[in-house]
């Protein structure tokens, strides 16, 4: 009798113990389910959200281009444009040209250049395979690849905060945590309502798709805290932004330190284009070679006297659009400062600098067709003159790394040399 009870107490313990475990198997797949469910979940959300990114940033085109780099243009009409998107836009008159154009504009068509430094016309690629008509812009077709690289959706087409060039700050800690560096020419302790210079065009070697390489100028107003106003236009090869390494001509501003406000190209609204003929982050080709032939391009960005308004000039044919001038505060006046040179991130790759080249990745003193350049820079004064800058200075954090060098002729006015190829023996 002991014996039964005993084997039935076992019987018990052994039906309990197998409940317990069926129990803990079905919590487990519920709790499986539930994850798989939350993760379903959280791709369908994402894929919501960039469907819904991609709708805002690519409005209905009149008529879509094919580029041979794999890009499409779409004509879209002016008064459709991403800027309009803009709360303070909505009823905004487009202004189809400015009201004055700088005085003392750089004829370069009838400058004489030394033959030994010769350069070239430029374009853009997607030319090749059509134009837009008039009353429409050309607008690079942002796809969803595009996006998905990006840190966030609302990070895409944003650069990082603190990615200025603050010249005399030359603290290792600012240039570690930034991970930008910089050779630069710049002026400043004056009001300036514009910057002009005609830019020497490469392809840099990036190493790391996070990286990127681009020349450019810069209209800054107010601290380099959490108030800088910046307005920029250059040429840049980035491949986490466009997912490839062509060189692009690329535009962006900011009215509170790349925090929150501004973009590069139209990813945002703000810029109203008025060219249809150049469409910003698209491939500028040709581009300059080792020893062979130059190519630049000249940009103008200026303020006009009458609508306050930060106009952008392409070559000498292309006017293509301007900054509202009630996007930004200081540079709502006139700017305090202006730089010109090149940028680089340096994510420090293996633990060491990176080997993303800067300019043609050579040295300054290697001069033309090996280094690039900055010619003719000027400034444009209260006057709506364009001058020559006065006191010019220079800045780079790490000179073994990326250099900069002036100098002055006639032909070239002000102009530097500038770049490097990033790690080497004297950079790591």
């Not at 890009?71 to 400015?98: E, G, N, T, W, Y």
């Not at 840049?236 to 060189?247: A, F, I, K, R, W």
């Not at 535009?251 to 008025?274: E, H, K, M, P």
Request: with cysteine; glycine share 8%.
């Amino acid at each position: 009798m002991a014996a039964a009870v005993q084997f039935s107490s076992c019987g018990q313990r052994r039906r309990r113990a197998y409940i317990v475990v069926l129990m803990l198997v079905y919590l487990w797949g519920s709790l499986i389910s539930l994850s798989c469910a939350a993760r379903l979940s959280s791709v369908s959300r994402q894929k919501l959200q960039v469907e819904r990114h991609l709708k805002r940033l690519n409005k209905p085109a009149i008529k879509s281009i094919e580029s041979a780099d794999g890009d499409i243009i779409d004509c879209v009409h002016i008064s459709q444009q991403p800027a309009f998107d803009h709360p303070f836009l909505k009823d905004h008159k487009i202004q189809m040209r400015p009201s004055y154009h700088p005085e003392g504009l750089f004829d370069e068509d009838k400058m004489a250049t030394r033959p030994k430094e010769r350069t070239n016309s430029i374009t853009q690629l997607w030319h090749m395979s059509g134009s837009c008509p008039e009353d429409t812009i050309p607008v690079r077709r942002t796809k969803k690849d595009d996006v998905l690289r990006a840190s966030s959706i609302k990070r895409y087409g944003k650069k990082k905060h603190r990615a200025i060039p603050k010249p005399r700050s030359t603290d290792p800690d600012l240039i570690n945590e930034s991970g930008h560096q910089h050779a630069i020419a710049y002026v400043e302790g004056d009001k300036y309502y514009g910057a002009k210079a005609t830019i020497n065009v490469w392809e840099p070697k990036v190493q790391q798709p996070n990286e990127f390489s681009l020349s450019q100028l810069w209209i800054l107003g107010g601290s380099f805290g959490e108030d800088l106003n910046s307005i920029e236009a250059g040429w840049q090869v980035s491949p986490d932004l466009y997912g490839d390494n062509n060189t692009r001509l690329f535009t962006y501003w900011t009215s509170d330190a790349y925090q929150a406000t501004g973009c590069y190209n139209l990813l945002c609204s703000g810029f109203i284009q008025v060219s249809s003929a150049i469409a910003m982050g698209a491939s500028i080709s040709p581009v300059s070679a080792y020893r062979n032939s130059q190519y630049d391009i000249s940009i103008l960005i200026w303020k006009d006297p009458k609508e306050g308004h930060w106009w952008m000039q392409f070559g000498n044919d292309y006017v293509l659009g301007y900054w509202p001038s009630f996007l930004f505060s200081y540079l709502g006046e006139s700017a305090s400062m202006i730089e010109w040179g090149g940028e680089v991130v340096n994510s420090q790759p293996d633990g060491k600098h990176t080997a993303t080249q800067m300019g043609s990745g050579r040295f300054p003193e290697e001069g033309f067709g090996k280094s690039s350049y900055f010619r003719n820079i000027q400034v444009v004064d209260s006057s709506n003159n364009l001058k020559s800058p006065k006191d010019l200075g220079t800045f780079t954090e790490q000179s073994n790394c990326y250099d900069v060098q002036t100098g002055s002729n006639e032909d070239w006015g002000h102009h530097f040399y500038f770049g490097g190829p990033g790690r080497n023996p004297n950079c790591q």
